[in-house]
Every structure is written in C-alpha cells, then in structure tokens.
C-alpha cells in the first residue's frame, strides 16, 4: 500500500525568505501524480502545484516549486519569498495512475507553516 | 461559479441518530470522493466514486455508506453515528482520475460534525 510521509509538524519562515516543505512517499507504481495543497485558516483546500511522475521536469507556479526526486521517492515543496498569506497548514498527496485500477488518494499528515512578519 | 457545495457546514447530532451530509458539484466531474480530517492524521479517504453508480472505498470506510445516482451528487451517510466519527468532512471532485490525467480535487468547505 502507498503511504505518504510529511516529517515537519510545523515549520516557521520569515517573510520574504524561502521555506522549503518536505513529502516523502512510498509505492511500488510507477505511474502516479502529486500535488501539494494548502489549508489556510478558512479551513478551504486549495491546490498550490501537481507534478506527473512521469514527468522529469521540477513543476513550477509562481513562488512555488518542487523537487521531484523519483528514485528518492521524494517530493518537497519551496515556496520563494514567502508571505504572511502563506501561512497555512500544506498537504502532500498522492494519486494512482491508471495501471494501478484503483484511484485512492493519500495525504499526508500536514505541515503548519507560520510566516514571520 | 463552479464549486462543490457541501451541506452543512456544522452539524451536531448524537450517537445513533441517522444523518446525511449532501455534496454537490457543477462541473460535469466524473470523480467524486469524501475525505476526513482529523488533527495529526492528515486527509483519510472514506469513498470515492468514478462515475454513476460506480463506488468504491477508501481507507477508512466503516460507520459510513455513500451513493451516486447522478453525477453531480455523492452523499455521505452514517447510519448510526458514533462519538468517533467526529471530525471535519471534505467532499471533493475531480474531471476524472483515471489515464494521463492530473486534473485536481475540488474541495467543499468543509462539515464540521460533532457526534454526542
């Protein structure tokens, strides 16, 4: 079965520096997608990035960015001069891919990240 | 607006006493599934569906039945709630999540639901 791993409980960032947010997973499938969400305050899930496993190249929104390490079986989450809206607590995800037949979703167990002001 | 509503928001009820918690999306998505939250344990999925009348479970799916007779409702039932069933609900929806394809989940807001 796929676990997903999110070893920092909390983090903390001073605004306007960079934070990065570790996601470590464990599969036997090599077909599946990953996605970092965001869990601010308002309680809303909000998608901040999704990469492809098949896909070699690091995905990239704005601020954000991954490094997608397959072989690692790792896939954190850098967040680029970071603000106080930033402030939420992240979800990482896994999906299964078509060969799999099922299409659970797994997330991780968050990480709270506070922005320094 | 394309959204997934979920219904309520806050729900107290108490221990046996049947309810539904209503989901619904607009956005003609083939994948519907519930999740719930609970502090230190991340999103656990409960069911999800891959289209009408096709469910299945997730990795948390005792205490609780789901349905999907059209394709842009998916209620979550429990039967006879029980005081570990408290926690915070997600409905959420995605185009589809099978083949090459990485649409995302669409989230409701959310059913915070106490049972007593």
């Known amino acids: 079965a796929q676990t997903v791993t999110q070893s920092q409980p909390e983090m903390s960032v001073q605004e306007a520096e960079t934070v990065t947010l570790s996601c470590t997973y464990d599969?036997?499938?090599?077909?599946?997608?990953l996605f970092w969400y965001k869990q601010p305050p308002s309680r809303q899930m909000i998608l901040v990035i999704r990469?492809?496993?098949?896909?070699?190249q690091n995905a990239t929104e704005n601020r954000f960015s991954v490094n997608f390490q397959k072989a690692a079986k790792s896939f954190s989450l850098k967040i680029s001069d970071s603000q106080l809206g930033d402030a939420a607590m992240y979800f990482c995800?896994?999906?299964?891919?078509?060969?799999?037949?099922?299409?659970?979703?797994?997330f991780g167990t968050g990480t709270r990240l506070k922005v320094l002001a | 607006e394309a959204q997934v509503t979920q219904n309520p928001r806050y729900l107290i009820t108490v221990t046996g006493k049947k309810l539904t918690v209503t989901c619904s999306q607009n956005?003609?998505?083939?994948?519907m599934s519930w999740y719930r939250q609970d502090p230190g344990l991340g999103l656990r999925q409960i069911y999800y569906?891959?289209?009408?009348?096709?469910?299945d479970k997730g990795d948390v799916p005792e205490g609780y039945k789901v349905s999907r007779k059209e394709k842009r409702n998916f209620p979550l039932i429990l039967e006879s709630p029980s005081p570990n069933q408290t926690s915070l609900y997600f409905c959420?929806?995605?185009?589809?999540?099978?083949?090459?394809?990485?649409?995302?989940?669409?989230f409701g807001n959310g059913t915070r639901l106490t049972v007593t």
């Open positions: 995800a896994y999906r299964s891919g078509r060969a799999s037949g099922t299409y659970k979703y797994i």
């Open positions: 569906s891959m289209n009408v009348e096709v469910t």
């Open positions: 990469q492809e496993a098949y896909k070699q």
């Open positions: 599969t036997s499938e090599s077909d599946y997608y």
């Open positions: 959420a929806s995605s185009l589809r999540a099978g083949g090459r394809d990485n649409s995302p989940l669409h």
């Open positions: 956005m003609n998505h083939e994948y």
